[in-house]
């Protein structure tokens, strides 16, 4: 199968690094011009210089998601730069401090919330704005196995990642019809500098036992979660919507 985006343009939200960064180099290796968003703007604009380099029509974008008012900026930034949106990825994200529920902070709730649930809602709200102006566009929310499942000490986070799946279905209902497919994609244990943090705070022997669940027996890579993502926002996918996909090494069966 052969996906192009050649002669459409997409959005990438934390877009400098990890998942963001490696869908952002898909979707331009396929011929999409890209807006690449992230909080961190030096690295996001590092990373759309080094695809600009290689031929590839990229801007950066300084946004955070949880400020509604760069969302709409960043989208409004997007469709000055290329003339449309075809597909968005929402994939900024951050890690809740581990605790327990009793012990977790209304400080880390509301940063977490923020970002992963409010941002992810943000980001739809202003780039459905346009698609239903266009009568078109492919949208993939980035959930997560915590998503799906319960984890000790990871409440907060799993919370908004389940909420994700919820605002994916609903909105996806109210635009099924009107040209615009909306999915979520649920990543499991996947290999980037989020990854690493957590190393570094000291859960690697968490994710080593985590790795030995996974049925494939090993951990996926960025460039898999991007796969999936052109796929659910090319026309190969154009009878998928409401959909939340895992792409997780077989994980969630067990």
């Given at each position: 199968m052969n996906i192009s985006f050649a002669g459409k343009v997409a959005l990438v939200t934390?877009?400098?690094?990890?998942?963001?960064?490696?869908?952002?180099?898909?979707?331009?290796?396929?011929?999409?011009?890209?807006?690449?968003?992230?909080?961190?703007?030096?690295?996001?604009?590092?990373?759309?210089s080094e695809l600009a380099t290689r031929g590839h029509k990229a801007i950066a974008i300084r946004c955070d998601v949880s400020d509604d008012a760069q969302v709409e900026a960043m989208v409004a930034k997007t469709v000055a730069a290329f003339g449309r949106c075809d597909a968005a990825y929402n994939n900024a994200g951050v890690q809740n401090v581990l605790a327990d529920t009793a012990d977790t902070t209304r400080e880390d709730y509301d940063r977490v919330m923020?970002?992963?649930?409010?941002?992810?809602?943000?980001?739809?709200?202003?780039?459905?704005?346009?698609?239903?102006?266009?009568?078109?566009?492919?949208?993939?929310?980035?959930?997560?196995?915590?998503?799906?499942?319960?984890?000790?000490?990871r409440g907060i986070y799993h919370a908004a990642k389940h909420g994700v799946l919820g605002f994916t279905?609903?909105?996806?209902?109210?635009?099924?019809?009107?040209?615009?497919?909306?999915?979520?994609?649920?990543?499991g244990l996947i290999w980037t500098p989020m990854a690493d943090q957590m190393v570094a705070s000291g859960q690697g022997e968490a994710?080593?036992?985590?790795?030995?669940?996974?049925?494939?027996?090993?951990?996926?890579?960025?460039?898999?979660?991007a796969s999936a993502v052109l796929w659910l926002c090319s026309d190969a996918a154009s009878y998928v919507t409401g959909q939340s996909i895992s792409v997780d090494g077989g994980f969630i069966m067990r």
């Open positions: 934390g877009a400098a690094s990890g998942l963001g960064l490696a869908t952002a180099k898909a979707f331009a290796e396929t011929g999409a011009s890209l807006a690449l968003a992230d909080w961190n703007e030096d690295a996001v604009r590092a990373a759309a923020g970002i992963n649930l409010r941002g992810e809602w943000s980001c739809m709200k202003f780039e459905l704005q346009y698609m239903r102006r266009q009568g078109s566009g492919a949208i993939v929310n980035c959930s997560s196995l915590g998503g799906l499942v319960g984890g000790a000490e279905k609903s909105a996806a209902l109210e635009y099924a019809a009107r040209g615009i497919r909306i999915n979520a994609i649920c990543p994710l080593k036992a985590m790795e030995k669940s996974v049925p494939m027996g090993r951990v996926g890579r960025p460039e898999e979660i």
